[in-house]
């Protein structure tokens, strides 16, 4: 006798009967509405650089009486990379990770010091730092020993005045850290029962009403709040994020007379999900302010929401692929 | 209009195998659910293009793929953990059958690229060569992985399950 393979996985693919697609025009809809995303950040980017080149001509050729010589610009140093590209873009980087993967999700920056945060869970057992650093975006460091956070998975990191705030996932759901220099990194509580499962914080930002992170708790949309980032309660009444339907908060941002928190709901089992956001003047009362938005998949992706460049004087801009092998850090120099 | 009319009708046709093959590969119906919708809108935005591959699906399948990957990456640690805290049973519906339960487990057991390339040959019907390119690994891996693949499934299944897996059964004799 033989074991029918192909009967046994037809009984387990018999289970997406109870998932439902989206139709085709949400599919598109959602795939033409990123295209014009990233048209527009294109186009903004093009305006930019054209200012920032005329504003340096005019100050090149201004008042002194007509044009001096330009000093040759600098030659980027050789920074080892194995693949430097010669034609003046940015370079690319591998963090160096021993056996283990490493799947980058955020950097930030503080005084001159980068940190990546990410995913370095092995599929079968353990894994490694979730954390690297560097001064110079080249060579980058695992956290002190005894000093990483207790965990394989930070989704998202910011700087602060007094340093690093990340958040992530550990064995009993959403978690958060703090670190003074990246190197070191204390656990910050979070206020949410141990439940583990997809339960996690996936995201962090900075306002002018405190720290807020938001994620997944029992199955539902969640939102914290943090004065200083040492401790993480509850940001309000959470069951105005319950909605008899699956929901996400997608971000946290600052609007004029407080934050807006755009998300996205769906009927249980269903891709057809529509935006939604909710509000507040305060951080701590919020309400549903929009529930019948455009349909769409989900959240915007990362290289919309995420943090996914820092920049300094001296390194230039850093930047993590969220789409790539994982582990590459690319550098624009400041000069390039 | 045309692109979009082709595009949909590669859609309504194609999607509800790449769901139940994906669905297969992960054991996550809702995570299947997601990455395919995620490929499939990937698809649409570059559909000039993959409309002119000679397998368009197969495209979508590879890239549902990779996303769930990512996926298992990010849920791992968490969900193994809960595993070994006995929690995993309360996450499942209770109105699946035992046997549904036992498969379900037992290809949890496999790793994701055993589950991967068992499905596309026993499900999906490729060849070890058609893997080979789809997967982008060599035909022997293909091989290696299909046998182990089996054999670790059969044997996650236990006795009660008759076991026939003891030579590398791997022939490309499967067409699509």
């Known amino acids: 006798m033989s074991v029918d393979f192909n009967a046994l996985l037809r009984e387990v693919a018999d289970r997406s009967e109870r998932v439902s697609l989206a139709d085709p025009e949400t599919v598109r809809r959602t795939g033409d509405g990123r295209v014009r995303r990233r048209q527009l950040r294109v186009v903004i980017g093009l305006v930019l650089v054209i200012a920032l080149g005329v504003a340096v001509g005019r100050s090149l050729l201004g008042s002194q009486g007509g044009p001096r010589p330009v000093e040759p610009i600098p030659t980027p140093t050789a920074t080892g990379s194995p693949t430097a590209e010669a034609n003046g873009g940015p370079a690319v980087h591998p963090i160096e990770t021993g056996p283990h993967r490493f799947s980058a999700h955020a950097i930030a920056v503080r005084n001159g010091r980068f940190v990546v945060v990410g995913d370095s869970s092995q599929l079968e057992e353990g894994g490694g730092p979730p954390v690297y650093w560097s001064d110079d975006a080249v060579q980058w460091q695992e956290p002190a020993r005894d000093g990483a956070p207790d965990s394989h998975n930070l989704t998202d990191v910011i700087s602060t005045d007094s340093g690093f705030l990340a958040v992530g996932v550990d064995a009993g759901g959403p978690a958060a850290w703090r670190s003074v220099d990246g190197q070191t990194w204390v656990r910050s509580p979070v206020d949410a029962p141990a439940r583990g499962g997809t339960d996690a914080l996936w995201g962090i930002t900075s306002t002018r009403l405190g720290y807020f992170a938001w994620g997944f708790d029992g199955g539902h949309a969640g939102l914290w709040r943090s004065s200083d980032g040492t401790s993480w309660a509850r940001a309000g009444d959470q069951r105005v994020f319950d909605l008899p339907r699956s929901e996400t908060i997608c971000a946290i941002r600052e609007v004029d007379g407080g934050l807006t928190a755009p998300g996205v709901v769906a009927p249980r089992g269903s891709r057809d999900g529509r935006r939604v956001a909710w509000s507040s003047t305060d951080g701590s009362e919020w309400v549903l302010t929009r529930d019948d938005g455009e349909s769409t998949i989900w959240c915007d992706p990362p290289a919309v929401l995420g943090h996914l460049e820092a920049s300094n004087r001296d390194v230039g801009l850093v930047g993590i692929d969220p789409y790539g092998e994982g582990n590459d850090v690319s550098v624009t120099a400041p000069d390039s | ?176």
């Open chain 2, 1 to 176: 209009m045309a692109d979009r009319a082709s595009f949909d009708e590669f859609y309504l046709g194609t999607r509800e195998g790449v769901l139940r093959q994906l669905t297969a590969m992960t054991t996550d119906p809702d995570l299947a659910g997601d990455v395919v919708q995620e490929a499939y809108t990937r698809a649409w935005q570059r559909w000039a293009r993959v409309s002119g591959l000679d397998d368009p699906a197969a495209w979508v399948r590879t890239v549902a793929w990779r996303i769930a990957v990512s996926h298992f990456r990010r849920a791992s640690v968490a969900r193994r953990r809960l595993v070994r805290l006995g929690h995993d049973a309360e996450t499942r519906p209770q109105h699946e059958s035992d046997t549904r339960l036992d498969i379900e487990a037992a290809l949890r057991r496999l790793t994701p690229e055993h589950r991967r390339v068992l499905v596309l040959h026993e499900m999906v019907g490729l060849t070890v060569l058609q893997i080979a390119e789809e997967i982008g690994v060599a035909e022997g891996t293909v091989k290696s992985r299909l046998f182990r693949a089996r054999a670790h499934l059969v044997a996650a299944l236990g006795p009660d399950y008759p076991a026939a897996v003891d030579e590398p059964p791997v022939s490309g004799e499967v067409g699509r």
